[in-house]
């Protein structure tokens, strides 16, 4: 049943009530659709992303681990409504799929890794979310594949956005954040925000919300490397921790 209908349902076909009231309700409740909000994110990152940059109609952002185009995105939101960068996945499938919806993207079957050449893949499936760089994932792999690896300065440098202004990454790679973190000059490229994922080791196989601890997160490298190359840790939402650089803070 459509959103128009059930209002009607709801507040002028129902019995009680003074018919006045009811109309006002109904526009009301009508006129509320326009503040519905749409998140592709898994938390609702992309709204507090989006919140971030409401008055840049057009930038620049790159997502590593991207997974999917709409599914968990953390830059759909922002694709809309003009931005555009750059897609980075290990599985192929993703960067078809990115590919054929994301035509002003440019989107790279790779790895990232702190040095370039050749890594261990923990290996699930192909689309898998969780296939993984990183050794958390070793036991519960389905097999070991060897993949090669570049820096986000290789990549970027050798981009099309070269020459623009990095506003924003996101990074999602299943615990192998922190090598992909320092394969990029921060202090050289300085986006205005970062959103990372932090997996607790302790937590591994129980990742919810509610079992994660500030004191890990606080104490981990990737709050550090952050903290030292001139951010702040500004919000947290599930397994997303965002930072945002002090030159733009009030």
């Given at each position: 049943?459509?959103?128009e209908?059930?209002?009607k349902?709801k507040?002028?076909?129902?019995s009680?009530?003074?018919?006045?009231?009811?109309?006002?309700?109904?526009?009301?409740?009508?006129?509320?659709?326009?503040?519905?909000?749409?998140?592709?994110?898994g938390?609702?990152?992309?709204?507090?992303?989006?919140?971030?940059?409401?008055?840049?109609?057009?930038g620049?952002?790159?997502?590593?681990?991207?997974?999917?185009?709409?599914?968990?995105?953390?830059?759909k939101?922002?694709?809309?409504?003009?931005w555009?960068?750059?897609?980075?996945?290990?599985?192929?499938h993703?960067?078809?799929?990115?590919n054929?919806?994301?035509?002003?993207?440019?989107n790279?079957?790779?790895?990232?890794?702190?040095?370039?050449?050749?890594?261990?893949?923990?290996f699930?499936?192909?689309?898998?979310?969780?296939?993984?760089?990183?050794?958390?994932?070793?036991?519960e792999?389905?097999?070991?594949?060897k993949?090669?690896?570049?820096?986000?300065?290789s990549?970027?440098?050798?981009?099309?956005?070269?020459?623009?202004?990095?506003?924003?990454i996101?990074?999602?790679?299943?615990?192998?954040?922190?090598?992909?973190?320092?394969?990029?000059?921060l202090?050289?490229?300085?986006?205005?925000?970062?959103?990372?994922?932090?997996?607790e080791?302790?937590?591994?196989?129980?990742l919810?919300?509610?079992?994660q601890?500030?004191?890990?997160?606080?104490?981990?490298?990737?709050?550090?490397?952050?903290?030292k190359?001139?951010?702040?840790?500004?919000?947290w939402?599930?397994?997303?921790l965002i930072?945002?650089?002090n030159?733009?803070?009030n």
């Open positions: 049943m459509k959103f209908e059930k209002i349902q507040y002028l076909y129902s009680g009530f003074n018919l006045i009231k009811n109309l006002y309700f109904y526009f009301q409740a009508l006129k509320s659709k326009k503040f519905t909000k749409k998140s592709y994110s938390g609702a990152q992309d709204l507090i992303i989006n919140y971030f940059f409401k008055d840049k109609k057009k620049i952002y790159i997502d590593v681990g991207c997974y999917h185009p709409y599914n968990g995105s953390n830059t939101l922002l694709y809309d409504k003009g555009s960068g750059i897609n980075i996945d290990l599985d192929f993703t960067i078809d799929f990115f054929f919806v994301r035509k002003r993207d440019e790279i079957n790779i790895a990232i890794s702190d040095t370039e050449g050749e890594k261990d893949l923990y699930f499936h192909n689309r898998s979310a969780i296939n993984s760089l990183s050794e958390i994932r070793k036991k792999a389905k097999e070991i594949r993949i090669k690896t570049k820096t986000l300065n990549v970027f440098e050798n981009s099309k956005f070269k020459n623009e202004k990095i506003n924003l996101s990074i999602d790679v299943e615990g192998y954040e922190i090598e992909v973190l320092k394969s990029i000059n202090e050289k490229y300085a986006p205005e925000m970062v959103v990372i994922e932090f997996l080791r302790d937590i591994i196989n129980n919810e919300f509610h079992n601890n500030i004191s890990a997160i606080l104490n981990s490298e990737i709050y550090k490397h952050m903290i190359n001139n951010y702040n840790f500004v919000n939402l599930h397994s997303d930072f945002v650089h030159s733009v803070r």
